[in-house]
């Protein structure tokens, strides 16, 4: 009925799922890297599945390993998992898991040729770069970082 270019379905979604979690974020966190963790968890969550399902039914999708990675580094920061916390191990759990992520886009975008798919791993790209960066910054302790910049992100 209504034919979408590939990568379109997904930007979409992307978009969709970032707002659920500034909402989210908004309603649930009590602190910056919380909020960085709500939102890493609510848009990875259903990418992950969707990297799932291309799995079982097509080829691996390297989006199984990375989007669980960022996951797990936002229940990390949300303080879900059952070791003790700390800005460094944040910082730490963001840039493996959130990188990750980055990697695989930087793949993706390197073997497509639609405008679709370019423009959904493009966005999705500077997306994950954005919540490295603000993983960062909410860990900054700077109260002009946490003012300004980190908000203006997440």
Partial sequence: MFAMPDGVPALIVLVAFIAVGR???EVYAQ???QRVSIVAMVVAAPFWLWATYN???DSLDLGVFSLALAGLAGAYGYELL???YTQNGFRAAATVGFGAVC???ILGLTAVVEWGLITYFAVAEAFWLGMLYSAFASTSGDPDILASAYTSLV
């Fill in 23 to 25: 909402f989210a974020a």
């Fill in 82 to 84: 059952p070791v003790g």
């Fill in 55 to 57: 799995t079982v039914f």
């Fill in 31 to 33: 602190g910056p890297a």
């Fill in 103 to 105: 990697v695989n886009y």
